[in-house]
């Protein structure tokens, strides 16, 4: 018998990374970070978006799209054209994610840290004071 609890964390699990890797590879892409940046001042439609890039509406429309299946951006049908927003809690996983890995990165450097300040302090009060150059003799 198998454990729900285990297979509905791995699945979770696996579910997350999906997110993750769609994700980072939509921020990847520096049209498509540009597209995040404008919609972070408000909603906007894909004419709206396409306007200062030179872009065809076609090719707006991919980057759109590629976002929306990342979950980054959420669009609707408004009359004849499509409004898109931001959707955050994508982002939010990401973030987590980072924060998860930069918090543990900087408890291993602290500890590197530490490790070498003791290393360098046994060092120097083992090591024989260095000879005096004046008690040679040869003043």
């Known amino acids: 018998m198998v454990n729900q ?3 509905c964390c791995t699945v979770n699990h696996v579910v997350q990374q999906e997110t993750l890797d769609r994700v980072f590879a939509s921020l990847a892409d520096p049209t498509r970070r540009d597209i995040l940046i404008r919609l972070g ?3 906007a439609t894909i004419s709206e978006l396409t306007g200062p890039t030179g872009m065809s509406l076609t090719g707006m429309r991919k980057h ?3 976002l929306e299946d990342a979950g980054l951006v ?4 408004v009359g004849r054209s499509r409004q898109c927003r931001l959707s955050e809690a994508p982002l ?12 543990l990165w900087a408890r291993r450097l602290d500890g590197l840290d530490a490790y070498l300040t003791l290393t360098t302090e046994d060092r120097d009060h083992d090591a024989p004071d260095p000879p005096d150059p004046t008690a040679s003799g040869h003043a």
């Open 74 to 77: 959420v669009t609707q049908k």
């Open 5 to 7: 609890g285990v297979q």
């Open 64 to 66: 759109v799209r590629a």
């Open 41 to 43: 001042t408000g909603p």
């Open 92 to 103: 939010d996983t990401a973030m987590a994610w980072i924060s998860f890995y930069r918090r």
